[in-house]
């Protein structure tokens, strides 16, 4: 008896610590999200504020009153937010003291742009024109530190959240160690005691086309009959005077657990409600499968015989399973079908007003940005097409993937001419492969992109990227290598991972994830990553049409 309230005080102390445990990993999980949700809105904020400075300097320029006025209001609103939260010293030093005074500059800079809005006064609008670069400067430096900062407070709540599973870990070892083991021993010396041989015949009906399975009342198999023997893959000769039920039918009846399988079965009788249960069976081979099991008792002097029909119902049940199984699909199906129509209904919104604000331009350049934009959101509804049919059987076609290479460059054209970085193709225009071409498009733009944010956040001497594609008799290879400065995760393999990124700036990092997935599911070919000359190099081979067909 002590040793019973011994492990039962073990057994609670375990769950309590674990519970506790638990509690913690989730509170800071909790904080950790929070956490990352405020500081991605701030960071938001922060670089919002560059872009509406901007965009005060255009519509200045143009004479738009209104879109000046309301932009002023944004960034307005937006300063005040930003200096009413929280400030590191770092940032206290950036908006207030020497020699940044970036409050004061904001301010400054709002004034002129009132002042300009109300009076088109030439002297505020010389200063707005004139020092809208130096302020973006500045205001992207201020971003940086928000990031810097956020990116800081996640690894110390990761740090946190380590050390927790280390504790949980340790006590699942202690809890092993000091209170299963000794119960694992005590639970098999306690079986080997009632495991007792005794000779007891029964008579079965061997015809029948339930298995018939008797137990004395040690629990060992006395009867095994034909069908039995044909459910179970056991012969009667391994069974017999075994108490091997358990084995064979290890998950019973949620109510055979509580009370025992004697216990279970003499009560049904007695209230004659002994109708047949469903549990979990598992044959020799270690193939688990559905039953209908009922149970009989009768006692004569002092041996008690427990007689169990046994049906196999693995048919009915895998009707059930299969039907089960078409309404999650049905489901996801739905699910899937709602998000998409949730993005499509913005994005052709979004179309339109590209379209109406072409129409209404006269400016060649910015009708061209325009055009740009509207294949932009095009771009977005065929990605939100492609994740749909990402779960599903789809059919592919043969194309040339120099196609998807232009269409990849044509989206990120204007932010290679803005920070300067040369593009080298050296493409055979005559390739074709089998697959989407559209998926292969996301590739290549997910890894440009990746370049491009490199070369924005770090002084890279003549960038440069450069795109091969060539072929031989099996296979397609296409090479994008740039001169960013590598990669700088180790190993180089990570950078594959889901929601892993080494970037400075608010990344989820399921671009490369996905690329890899779209690669090797779609495509059924390779990519693999590695540092060369002073940058990275991403090499994907495709099988040929020929092999892939």
Known sequence: MLGK??????????????????????????????????????????????????????????????????????????HQHLISFPMTEELKKIYFEAPYFLDDKVRKYLFHAKKFEDSRDGRSLTYVLQNS????????????????????NTIKLKQV???????????????????????NIKITKDTKEIVKQKDYSNAVIESSTNAIITLDADLKI?????????????????????????????????????????????????????EAQEAEAINKKGQKFP?????????????????????????????????????????????????????????????????????????PELIEEANKNEEIVQFMSDT????????????????????????AINIVETFLKTNDIELIKDVDDGITIYGNANSLAQVVLSIVQNTIDIVRSSKIENPRIEISLQSTKTYTILTIKDNAGGIKVS????????????KKRASTGIGLYMSKLLIENQFHGTIVAKNVDNGAQFTIQLPSCCQVL
């Open 161 to 183: 959240e380590l050390l927790i599973f280390l504790l949980t870990l340790l006590t699942l070892v202690f809890e092993a160690i000091f209170i299963f083991r000794p119960a």
């Open 133 to 152: 670069q130096p302020l973006l400067d500045e205001l992207n430096k201020c971003a940086s530190v928000y990031v810097a900062n956020a990116e800081a």
């Open 291 to 363: 039953i209908r099991i009922a149970f009989g008792v009768s006692k004569e002097s002092e041996d008690v015989i427990i007689v169990a029909s046994v049906q196999d119902i693995s048919k009915d049940k895998l009707k059930d399973k299969i039907m089960i199984q078409q309404g999650k699909f049905a489901a996801l199906g739905e699910m899937i079908a709602i998000i998409a129509h949730q993005w499509r209904q913005p994005l052709a919104q979004l179309n339109f007003n590209c379209m109406y604000i072409r129409k209404k331009l006269t400016d």
């Open 222 to 274: 006395q009867t095994f009959n034909k069908m039995a023997e044909k459910i179970f893959g056991y012969t009667k000769k391994e069974m017999i005077n075994l108490a091997l039920f358990q084995k064979i039918i290890p998950q019973e009846h949620e109510r055979i657990q509580k009370e025992g399988v004697y216990s279970f079965a003499k009560r049904l009788v007695a209230e004659d409600a002994s």
């Open 384 to 407: 939100i097409t492609n994740f749909e049919n990402f779960y599903k059987k789809t059919e592919n076609s043969i194309f040339n993937p120099t196609v998807s290479i232009n269409q």
């Open 5 to 78: 309230v011994n492990f039962t005080k073990r057994y609670v102390l375990a769950l309590c610590i674990i519970a506790l445990l638990s509690a913690l990993a989730y509170y800071n999980l909790n904080h950790l999200i929070t956490s990352q949700s405020n500081d991605g809105k701030t960071i938001n904020l922060s670089v919002r504020q560059g872009m509406l400075s901007q965009q005060i300097a255009l519509y200045a320029i143009y004479y738009k009153t209104e879109n000046l006025k309301n932009n002023i209001k944004l960034m307005e609103d937006s």
């Open 491 to 502: 190993p180089i393999e990570d950078i594959f991972k889901p929601f892993h990124s080494a």
